[in-house]
Structure formats: C-alpha cells, structure tokens
C-alpha cells in the first residue's frame, strides 16, 4: 500500500516537470527542433566562457545595440565577477565611448557627458515610437533578459539567428517586411538577418562565421539574463552539500529515536 | 484523548510566570509533550513542513518589499533591480517565487493524504474546513503575488481572471471595479494587489493558528484511522515527530533547492520576463501550475459564466466534503473499492492541470470535459453513495491491537 502511494506522489511531482517539456518549431509540414550547440555555462557545475562573452559583447556593440537596447545592464556589470570579467579600465573605455545626458545646467541646458562604469548600456532609440518607426512598425525588444524570457531559452535564440536563408516552404505566405525564420512564432520575422559571415572582425582573432557569431552573441545574452548564474550555482554546490549530510545524520537520528516504539 | 500533562514548574521564575501567563505550560501540553500517534506515515509531516513553507514566504516576502516598488512604472525593473544589485536579491526571489510552487506542492499532498485517510471525517470537519480556508486564501495570495513583478503574465492572467468576476449577475460589475480600482488592470490594481499580497499570508497565519487549535481537540488521525484508545497508542510529540518532521522537512529542502540554485525558472512562465504590455496580448494565457486544473475546469463549459461557477464550485465542495463522504470507516485503507475511485481521482486532477495548460479545442476540450465530470462525481456521486454500500475490509481493533474486525465501531 505505502509502495502505491509512493508512486502516485511520484506521479505528482513527475507532473510538474511534465509541462515543461521541450517544444518542436513547425514550418508548414517540416519540424525544426532547436540547435542545441551545448553551452560552457549548462549543467550544475558550468560557467560561462570569458572570451566566448566577450566577443558576444563585441558581436552586440557591433551589430545588435544599433536596433536593440539592453537597459538592465550597466557597464560596471562588464567587469564584475561571474561575466565577461573586463579590467574596472576597460569598462571605463566602453562607457565612455557613449554619451549620457545627465542634468540641467544653471541655464536650463541639457548636460551632455560621457558615461561611466555606473551608467547603464545606451538605448538606441529614444522612444519606443522612434524604435517603431524605424523598423516596419515592430519594436525590437530589449535584450537584458531574452533567454529568459523566450521559450526555449538562449537555445531558441542561437537557432533563431541561424534561421535566416533557409528556402521558404510553398504553403507558407511571407510578406514583403519580413523574413522567414522556421524558429520564429508565424515563420514571418520583422527582424532581416542580422549576421552574416565576417559581420565583426573579432578582436581575439577567432573566425566569425554566423554559428561562431551566433552562439558567443548568445552565451552573453545568457549572462546577461542571468549574471548570478555562476555564484548561484556555486552557493547551490555548498546548500546542496551540507543539506545531503544533514538529511543523512536527521535519518540515522530518526530511525535510532524510532528504533524502540513499536 | 489523553490529557494526562505532567508540567511542573521548576523554580521560582516558571512558578511565578505560570500563574500569570502559562506559556511554558502551554508550549509543553501542546508541542513537547502533546500525545501524537505513534504510526503515523511520512505523509503526517506535511503539516510541519507546510508551516515551514509559510515562515519562508513571509520572511522572504517581507525582504522583497523593502526593494520592489509598486508602480506600474517601476515594478519591472525593481524586480530586476533585486535580481542583479541587491546583496543575494537573486535569492530571495527565487526563495520567494519557488517557494509558492513548493508551498502548492506540499498543500496538495497534504489535502490527498486528508481525502485518502478520512481526516476530515467526525470528529475534524473543523480542521479540514479550516484547511479548506487556507488554501483558498493561498490561491488568492499566490494569484496576486504573480501580478507583481508586472511581467506580461502578470498583466494578462489578472486581466483574463479579473475578467471572469464580472460574469457574475449583479454584483459582478462594481466588484470587477473594485478589484481593478478602476476599468482595467493598471496601476491601482498593481498597488491593491500589493497592499493585499503583504495582508494576506497574515491572515493565512491566523486561520494555520487556528487549524492548529482544532488539530489539538481531537488530536491526529492516522493511518489506520481509529481513535487513540490510550497511552500505548501514542508518543509525545518531542522528541519523535520534532525529529521525524524535520528529517522529511529536509529532504523536502533538497527538492527545493535544487529549484532555487539549478533550475530557479523551470517552475514559470517564459512571458513574465517581459514586462506587461497592454497592446500586446501573449499566444497563450495560463496562469501557474498550481492553478492549472481549476483552469481546465473554467475552460470546460462553453459558457463563461457556467465555467466560472464550476471553477468556484470546484474549491466550494471541497467544504462539504465531510458531509459529503458518508462512510463511517475513516482510513482508505480498508475500503477496497474507494481505493480505485481516489487513485482515479488522483490522475483526473493530474490530468486536468495537463489540460489548464493546453488551447481548449479538439481531444482536448473533450478530455477537459470528461475529467471536469469526473471531479464532480467524485464528491457529489462516489462519495455519499459509495459509503452506503462499500463492504470494509477487516481491520485492526486499535492502533496497537493487530487484531481484525470489520466493524469500526466496535473497535472505537
């Protein structure tokens, strides 16, 4: 009888993994699954690739902030512990290649200056209108927390970028503002394809092919989604470790306190 | 029921504070030294592990609202703000949003471990409906927990259930209104669902309080489900359930935690990390998986107000339950052919929070409908008829007396 009811609660708790099973992408008939190039950062024990992140910045400086804003982020963040992990320096040059307007002078004039290690990454756009305007009427979202806030996580959003160029299948209709991405909800993206081979030239001299950009520009969307990811994982190593002895002296405490009552 | 305390006051400070506030009596009749029976199951320990659950929410909760600011402006980015600049803001929040999940989990098998056991039969209708009470103001506070960081399902699922409100007749208009604090989910919604949100696990305290208190009238149920007929029954609550509640608590924390610190999102929704937009209305709107068969339910009924009356109803008979069961054997364990309607039941719930997640058409809507009739017969058919002509298995004559009988009165 306990066996029985062991597995139904077994049941329950299997039902809530249930509902988060993977999703396969249909393109009229054909499936796509999602590219899954395997991450440094997946698993209980990985972290994130410091070149990897920092040629996804260069990949985002160069080609994704000219239409997507990522306002969590501020450019102290680019040297903190856990992400790309640049010099206090080198951050300071990234922020001060931006400009902030920061105040009124004694006259009512706007204050322009360069932006330090506290500002947060420009937005592109000064309104979510001009952001509008400018792209057939859709608006480019923010970038801060996409892999967290896609289905599919940072694995959509590899397969999504590599899913430009693919031949249109002869059931499924595109209008002329958009490109066909399989990955993409209704197959018509507003966003035309964003990398092409060499689109940056890497500083560390790695071979910008669009899989290579794609996945470095993906690892730091990751990070940026979650910058607590490895000292979260971390403190979960010590949590879980002291908790597996702890569960272990409460058992052998348990079954000697029970030992006698019958 | 046993009462036979023995509480001396030791020395001159406990006898003086005795007489005036007994509070180490109390502490000692009802947590050292209360006369638990001695077979309860692992499932007994829910109890305890649910109170922690409650403890864990308010002190995380309350760290949370000394940083998140309530304006639809600002709500967004200050749970963001949590997550990236406060000292283990990460944690907290995780503990927080994690928490709800593991807070539901433990509540449903703590009411299954009830339903199976006949906890809430003669002489505990009190308890079970005082439980029934807390878990819909769970429902109710974790509803409105979810509008808070104001992310796209924060702002669809309110509006989607703020919306079923109004279908009811008369009232339903001007309570719609009073909800909203207005004529749609907006900035007075977010800060009375807030002001709510920080009010109501005090409340769920209270009733847990008093769950607590009808628990120690007449005691716990257990396994076998007869009345503890003495001493040889039972053992004090401390050291052995203190111990054995704890160690299930702990293994309970592991579950937990590795939800907080290697899979802290697996348990939400995509869609909630992009902040709420009322021009853009996601694919699919679902609320949390905790709510997901009382979804199922409301989706069922082609008409909404008919699937708003069941969704309520589904919660609503839950009260009657101890009315409703008119057998007199308390334990499943001797009532064979209850068995197979409970484990039933137990896969048409399963079932029916697949279906909450599911688009209502096709096969779907289908199942939706015949688990729904099924939830209801359970309570409204099985149940009242069930007891009347079920023939009981033998079972023992007391807690410690192996020897069988089919009659539990005799045995009582």
């Known amino acids: 009888m306990l066996n029985f009811i062991k597995i139904k609660s077994l049941i329950l708790i299997a039902s809530v993994f249930f509902v988060l099973s993977n999703e396969a992408y249909s393109a009229g008939g054909e499936t796509y699954d999602l590219i899954k190039p395997g991450f440094s950062f997946e698993g209980p024990t990985g972290t994130y690739d410091r070149e990897q992140l920092r040629r996804g910045y260069q990949v985002y ?30 951050a300071k040059v990234f922020a001060s290649e931006y400009t902030i307007i920061d105040g009124f002078d004694d006259y009512g ?91 940056v030239e890497y500083e560390d001299g790695t071979f910008a092919s669009i899989e290579q950009m794609s996945a470095d520009v993906t690892a730091f969307l990751a990070w940026s989604a979650e910058p607590e990811m490895e000292e979260r994982k971390r403190l979960g190593f010590i949590v879980m470790s002291f908790l597996i002895i702890f569960v272990l002296l409460m058992f052998f405490t348990t079954t000697r306190l029970w030992k006698d009552v019958h | 029921m046993d009462t036979d305390y023995k ?28 006369p638990t029976p001695k077979n309860l199951n692992y499932f007994w320990t829910f109890g305890f592990i649910l109170t922690m659950c409650l403890v864990t929410q ?9 940083h998140y600011a309530p304006s639809t402006l600002l709500a967004f980015d200050s749970v963001e703000h949590i997550m990236r600049n406060v000292n283990y803001g990460w944690l907290i929040r995780y503990m927080h949003s994690n928490g709800a999940s593991m807070f539901f989990l433990a509540v449903f098998i703590h009411m299954f471990r009830g339903l199976y056991y006949g906890s809430y039969k003669e002489p505990r209708e009190v308890i079970w409906i005082l439980g029934c009470i807390i ?10 927990g979810y ?86 029954d039972t053992v004090s609550f401390h050291p052995y359930y203190t111990v054995k509640d704890f160690f299930a608590y702990t293994v309970f924390l592991l579950l937990f935690c590795y939800f907080i610190f290697y899979n802290p999102n697996a348990l939400g929704h995509a869609d909630n990390y992009i902040e709420a937009d009322a021009m853009v209305t996601p694919a699919h709107i679902v609320p949390e998986w905790y709510l997901l068969p009382f979804y199922a339910i409301l989706r069922a009924v082609p008409d909404k107000l008919a699937g708003v009356l069941l969704m309520f109803g589904a919660i609503a008979v839950l009260f009657f339950l101890p009315w409703l069961d008119t057998a ?19 896969i048409d719930c399963l079932i029916l929070g697949y279906l909450g997640a599911q688009v209502p058409e096709g096969i779907y809507l289908f199942l939706s409908r015949v688990t729904t009739i099924y939830y209801f017969a359970f309570f409204l058919l099985v149940l009242p008829v069930l007891g009347r002509i079920e023939k009981v298995k033998p079972m023992p004559i007391g807690i410690s007396n192996s020897e069988l009988s089919t009659d539990m009165v005799a045995a009582e």
Not at chain 1, 73 to 85: D, I, M, T, V
Not at chain 2, 135 to 144: K, N
Not at chain 2, 328 to 346: A, D, E, N, Q, T
């Open chain 2, 328 to 346: 007199k054997v308390r334990s499943g364990r001797y009532r064979p052919i209850f068995r197979y309607f409970y484990v039933l039941f137990v």
């Open chain 2, 147 to 232: 509008v808070l960081p104001w992310g796209q399902m924060s702002f669809w699922g309110a509006t989607v259930i703020i919306n079923l409100v109004g279908t009811l007749p008369l009232i339903g208009e001007s309570l719609t209104q009073m909800l909203l604090g207005g004529f749609a989910v907006d900035n007075p919604t977010l800060n009375r669902f807030f002001s709510l949100h920080y009010l109501l696990p005090f409340i769920i305290f209270g009733v847990v309080l008093l769950h607590i208190w009808a628990l120690h009238v007449p005691g716990n149920n257990n396994p076998v489900g007869l009345s503890v007929q003495g001493k040889q």
């Open chain 2, 7 to 34: 509480y001396e006051p030791k020395n001159g400070l406990t006898r003086w504070l005795d007489s005036r506030l007994p509070l180490m009596r109390f502490t000692s009749e009802h947590v050292l030294q209360f």
């Open chain 1, 109 to 199: 004039d706007p204050i322009e200056r360069a932006r330090i290690l506290s500002d947060r990454f420009p937005n592109p756009y000064d309104s979510k209108e001009a952001a509008k305007a400018s792209n057939n009427g859709a608006y480019p979202p923010d970038l801060s927390l996409i892999t967290k806030a896609r289905s599919g996580g940072y694995n959509y959003i590899y397969s999504l970028l590599q899913g430009y160029g693919k031949e249109i299948p002869a059931n499924i209709e595109i209008s002329d503002t958009l490109s066909y991405n399989p990955w993409f909800p209704g197959n018509g993206i507003a966003m035309y394809q964003p990398l092409y081979e060499e689109s």
């Open chain 1, 61 to 90: 400086r160069e080609v994704c902030s000219s239409c997507h804003s990522m306002k969590q982020l501020a450019f102290r963040n680019l040297s903190q512990k856990g992400g790309p992990e640049y010099t206090e320096d080198d």
């Open chain 2, 135 to 144: 878990y819909l103001l769970m429902i109710v506070t974790a509803f409105m």
């Open chain 2, 58 to 66: 308010i002190i995380t909760g309350i760290i949370l609202a000394m």
